[in-house]
C-alpha cells in the first residue's frame, strides 16, 4: 500500500504561482513513477505530468508543458508540481498518483490516488 496526501492548493490569480506537494508513504518510495493528474467536472480526469523512479526523466501534457515543472525527492518521499503563469483554464482538483512500473501518461498504470487538492485560478 501506498497513501498519498496532497497539499499546496488555493485561490491564485492568473498569471500567478504555486507549488503542490505530494507526500507518500508505505512502501518504498523509489519504485513508483509519480504523476500528477486534474479533474473538472467538464472535462474529467486529465494527465498533467509525470516522473520517473529516479526523478530524471518526465512527461507533460501540451497544455501545461514549459509552465509545470515536476520534481520528486526521493530522500523526503514527496513529489511536486511547480505551476507558473497559471491560467483560468488550469482550475481543477489536483491528484497525486503512484504507478508501480515507472513513468506514465496514462491514467490506468496508477494504483494509488491521493485525495486531491483544489487549485482556482481567478482572471
Known amino acids: 500500500q501506498v497513501q498519498l496526501v496532497e497539499s499546496g492548493g488555493g485561490l491564485v490569480q492568473a498569471g500567478g504561482s504555486l507549488r503542490l506537494s505530494c507526500a507518500a508513504s508505505?512502501?518504498?518510495?523509489?519504485?513508483?513513477?509519480m504523476g500528477w493528474f486534474r479533474q473538472t467536472p467538464t472535462k474529467g480526469r486529465e494527465f498533467v505530468a509525470s516522473?520517473?523512479?529516479?526523478?530524471?526523466?518526465?512527461s507533460y501534457a501540451d497544455s501545461v508543458n514549459v509552465r509545470f515543472t515536476i520534481s520528486r525527492d526521493n530522500a523526503k518521499n514527496t513529489v511536486y508540481l511547480q505551476m507558473n503563469s497559471l491560467k483560468v483554464e488550469d482550475t481543477a482538483v489536483y491528484y497525486c498518483a503512484a504507478a508501480r512500473g515507472g513513468l506514465s501518461r496514462q491514467e490506468g498504470a496508477y494504483g494509488y490516488w491521493g485525495q486531491g487538492t483544489q487549485v482556482t485560478v481567478s482572471s
Open positions: 508505505g512502501r518504498t518510495f523509489n519504485d513508483y513513477g
Open positions: 516522473v520517473g523512479r529516479s526523478g530524471l526523466v518526465s
